[in-house]
């Protein structure tokens, strides 16, 4: 996939975001997701699954939920490196996307069919391109599955939704009530901390 919309909007020599490369995915390769919390002129969740080499994206304003009942707006905007799964930090002033990112949930997913069988990034590729795709995600806050459905308006937006099964709430959910100490850099010094402790 081409990272060409991505580099264009961003000027390298003044943002620490990585510039990245697209990658050769592996076929055995477990792919990752990524959620970052993006503080900019709005508050949104980026929501990113890696898909043939880079990560496919999605600006989810209210945040993804773990309650079947919501659907959340998902805005499809431009492919990311695989690098960008783990960046976090300010984006200065004057930048494209100009805020803070924390990385608010990280794991692993897979691309499943209707029925919920494993399918290949292939076959993802293909019903990404129709419109409507199902994961089962297994990260920290995320799990179970879920889908990204098309809206078909013409404006990229699409609609994020949590299936019904044991990881669903019927509670209201407020991604924001989830998001204090999540980030990577806040938990590798509560990691390295508690390697002190032990020793």
């Not at 880079?54 to 773990?66: I, R, Y």
Request: glycine residues 8%; without cysteine; hydrophobic residues 35%.
């Amino acid at each position: 996939m081409s990272l060409q919309q991505y580099k264009k909007k961003r000027n390298f020599a003044d943002t620490p975001e990585p510039e990245g490369k697209a990658k050769a995915s592996g076929k055995t390769d477990k792919l990752i997701f990524t959620v970052q919390r993006h503080h900019a002129s709005h508050l949104h969740y980026d929501f990113r699954l890696e898909l043939n080499g880079t990560l496919k994206s999605w600006a989810v304003p209210k945040g993804p939920s773990l309650n079947p009942a919501d659907r959340r707006l998902a805005m499809m905007v431009e492919d990311h490196p695989i690098s960008y799964a783990t960046f976090e930090g300010d984006i200065p002033e004057g930048n494209y996307g100009a805020g803070h990112v924390d990385v608010w949930d990280h794991g692993t997913y897979e691309p499943v069919d209707e029925d919920g069988n494993v399918i290949t990034q292939a076959a993802f590729a293909k019903a990404l391109k129709a419109g409507s795709i199902k994961f089962r995600m297994k990260g920290r806050k995320l799990k179970g599955e879920f889908a990204l459905v098309d809206m078909h308006k013409g404006d990229r937006s699409w609609l994020l939704i949590k299936h019904k099964d044991k990881y669903a709430t019927d509670e209201p959910y407020n991604s924001e009530d989830h998001a204090k100490k999540s980030s990577l850099a806040y938990t590798a010094a509560r990691r390295e901390k508690s390697v002190v402790k032990k020793k």
